[in-house]
């Protein structure tokens, strides 16, 4: 197709709001520059293209001009656009004719329809680029997410920018308060970048969603299951802001900065990026892959440490080493002690049993320079007591309210009860981990009798045993207090009761009256449950009347919802129709000025302005005429044009005058000598005028009585002249 053909379709557009694919001279005027977008975008494709190893199939819902098609095509992509403007169909199928190598085809269809019927395998990638509002607007924004749902598992990747309730135009209310949850079915849901738009200053995120693909940092992975919570059996305290994707080798941490838990969720994966990223050696850590934070979220790829969490094997009843197991943390907990660190929550859960029974250290973001546990007792090392104590355990315990108190050697069985009972030989503030580790190790050479426990070491721990009793005495004090209320109302009930037994034939009057007025009671509450149901068969009919006046306005509501619903289609018409011609009136004001700027152009030229003088003799004796008096006779234009001839030939100064800028054009003098030369000359009376110049017109006689004056002027006769 000849580009005068692809500029008239581009102009018949009802708006310019892409480049034209293969035509930069037409992007002057383009709405939006989507170069910013495609990169990002190309960068997604080109990376699931190298996992599928062949050319990704791609579905491009709003396609509008086409270019994200037709450029994602030129890579090698197959790509199907869909819009629902037969404008933009069109031309995009005429852009198509002059790309015949491309493997991209246009579809003119609305983009819900289409994907309503995706497919399983059909497309690899979903682009929706600023469409969704326009589907949520018609149709509704729950519908439109189960929609996106219904494909997610047919998909690869959804690429989507979604426009945001905050953006001052007709369709925002419409719009989710949050756009990721358009997205809601999707395991993974990241925004991949911000941008403005042309119509206002406000960012949409380019949103990347799939059911079984990472993208963060540029790096694709894939995850065959993923959680809320960091393991099984708690409770999601971080109101769903982090999510936890695991694959054969990789663990995925995604962490979103926003509420309550922003803080700490950035702090904490903060902390272990950090960290994994200059371990201290000896430590065995997982290598870390990549990680990243914005003002969005946070994110942390790491290796996956093949094993097993304690907490699930003391549940699930496997054997192994404790002993080994705890010297192994206090192994790792020793590493850190010497470079200043310390590890705030030792729990059965974030200790990694590995396959040959060994103890890892995990969940590095309690890692910090602060020596407290992150809840009680607060001490470290009273806090890895009880750790050891759970770890004896034949179960998981609770925690809550409080965990359990393990402080004495009696609480620990002979493993460790020589060891506990070493340690309290010396004061709290005397111990540390290396100290801890060494005693564990020469705890099998002593007996429980060889140790003598220092009175003053036990004070630190019977403060924390206090802690915990009074904890405890609180709440039994509140159930004496209720079982004492709970009493006397039964110990009341039982003194009326002997009253009454007292004297029998009161008893059994009281009861008889009893009786009576319970009967009289009842009669009476019949009484008024009849009315009560005469009242509420009355309300029933009522309530028929009311359910029918309903439906018939119900009909009436859908009516007017129809003739709203054809309005609107009727006005969306009028406005692409007002659109059009205000593209069409632009079009015509640009030629307009173009034709204006090419006068102007010529009007300066050097040839324009040497012949005006033979414009305006032509106008005066020839030329057409829009208004003013009658031109002259063909007769007398002849005799005009003769007199002058004469008059010029009898002065060779004014000759030469003529003559000396006509020579630089001989065209123009050729043509004048001509027009002069074929005039048949006119008898003229004594002073030289023309018999017939009360024949000519007044424009002529003017002209005519102009030249003669110019003439006398140059002649030196003032008489003439004036």
Same mark, same amino acid.
């Given at each position: ?25 037409? =992007?002057? %005027? ?212 982090? *999510? ?29 990026? &950090? ?101 009680? +007792? ?22 809550? +309210? ?40 020469? &705890? ?5 009798? =060889? ?34 209320? =709970? ?37 009476? *509450? ?11 068969? &009355? ?18 509501? &859908? ?64 030329? +057409? ?16 044009? %003769? ?5 010029? *030939? ?5 000759? *030469? ?32 005028? +023309? ?32």
């Amino acid at each position: 197709m000849l580009p005068r053909e692809i500029a008239a379709r581009v102009g018949a557009l009802p708006e310019r709001y892409q480049p034209i694919f293969g035509h930069p001279e037409m =992007d002057e %005027g383009v709405a939006r520059n989507c170069v910013d977008r495609l990169v990002e975008i190309q960068r997604v494709v080109d990376a699931l293209r190298e996992v599928l190893g062949r050319p990704v199939r791609i579905l491009d819902l709003g396609c509008a001009q086409g270019f994200f098609a037709f450029s994602l095509a030129s890579r090698g992509d197959e790509v199907t656009g869909v819009d629902r403007l037969d404008v933009n169909v069109e031309l995009c199928r005429a852009l198509a004719g002059e790309h015949a190598g491309l493997p991209v085809q246009f579809i003119q269809a609305d983009a819900a329809d289409v994907l309503a019927n995706v497919q399983p395998g059909s497309y690899d990638i979903v682009l929706a680029l600023s469409v969704l509002h326009h589907m949520c607007h018609e149709r509704g924004a729950e519908p439109i997410a189960r929609l996106l749902g219904d494909v997610a598992s047919s998909i690869e990747v959804l690429l989507a920018e979604v426009a945001v309730r905050e953006e001052p135009l007709y369709w925002a209310a419409a719009q989710p308060a949050d756009p990721r949850g358009l997205f809601a079915a999707y395991p993974f849901v990241h925004d991949v970048t911000w941008h403005a738009t042309h119509l206002s200053a406000i960012e949409r995120p380019l949103i990347f969603a799939s059911s079984q693909w990472c993208w963060l940092g540029g790096m694709l992975s894939g995850f065959d299951d993923w959680s809320t919570v960091s393991r099984k059996g708690v409770e999601d305290v971080h109101r769903g802001t982090r *999510r936890y994707y695991f694959s054969r080798d990789r663990l995925i941490k995604y962490f979103r900065l926003t509420g309550e838990s922003a803080d700490r969720n950035r702090d904490e994966l903060g902390r272990e990026a &950090a960290f994994l990223s200059d371990p201290p050696p000896g430590l065995p850590v997982p290598a870390i892959i990549a990680a990243g934070m914005d003002d969005h979220h946070a994110f942390l790829v790491r290796q996956l440490v093949p094993g097993q969490l304690l907490s699930e094997a003391i549940a699930q009843g496997q054997p192994f080493d404790r002993v080994a197991v705890v010297d192994d943390v206090l192994e790792q907990l020793c590493v850190l002690e010497a470079i200043g660190l310390h590890h705030g929550d030792v729990r059965t859960w974030n200790v990694l049993l590995r396959g040959d029974g060994r103890g890892i250290l995990i969940d590095y973001g309690d890692i910090t320079a602060v020596a407290q546990d992150c809840a009680w +007792p607060g001490n470290l090392f009273l806090s890895f007591l009880v750790f050891v104590r759970e770890i004896e355990s034949d179960q998981v315990l609770r925690v809550l +309210p409080l965990r359990t108190i393990a402080f004495s050697p009696q609480h620990f069985t002979a493993a460790f009860r020589s060891w506990v009972a070493a340690l309290w030989t010396r004061p709290i503030d005397e111990w540390t981990f290396t100290w801890l580790r060494d005693t564990l190790r020469h &705890a099998g050479h002593a007996t429980e009798r =060889d140790v003598k426990v220092a009175a003053p070491t036990w004070e630190f721990a019977i403060e924390r045993y206090l802690e915990v009793v009074a904890a405890h005495q609180k709440r039994l004090a509140d159930m004496i207090d209720q079982v004492a209320r =709970d009493g006397d109302e039964r110990a009341q009930a039982v003194a009326q009761l002997a009253a009454a037994m007292s004297d029998g034939r009161t008893a059994s009057n009281t009861f008889a009256a009893a009786v009576e007025a319970v009967e009289t009671g009842i009669e009476a *509450r019949l009484d008024a449950m009849l009315v009560r149901l005469d009242r509420i068969e &009355a309300v029933g009919q009522a309530s028929a009347t009311i359910v029918q006046a309903l439906d018939q306005k119900d009909v009436l509501l &859908a009516e007017k919802n129809t003739e709203i619903e054809r309005k609107n289609v009727e006005i969306e018409r009028k406005n692409v129709e007002i659109e059009r011609n205000r593209v069409e009136a632009a079009h015509w004001w640009r030629a307009t000025g173009e034709l204006q700027h090419e006068l102007e152009t010529v009007y300066s030229t050097l040839s324009w302005r040497v012949t005006a003088p033979l414009r305006v003799a032509k106008r005066l004796l020839g030329g +057409p005429r829009m208004s003013g008096p009658p031109p002259a006779t063909p007769a007398a234009r002849s005799g005009v044009r %003769g007199a002058v001839a004469r008059f010029v *030939r009898r002065r060779p100064r004014l000759k *030469r005058w003529i003559a000396g800028p006509l020579d630089r054009f001989p065209g123009t003098r050729e043509r004048v000598k001509r027009y002069f030369v074929s005039a048949a000359a006119l008898p003229v009376v004594a002073d030289g005028s +023309p018999a017939a110049l009360d024949d000519l017109g007044r424009g002529a006689t003017e002209v005519y009585a102009e030249l003669k004056q110019e003439i006398a002027r140059r002649n030196g006769d003032p008489s003439r002249a004036a």
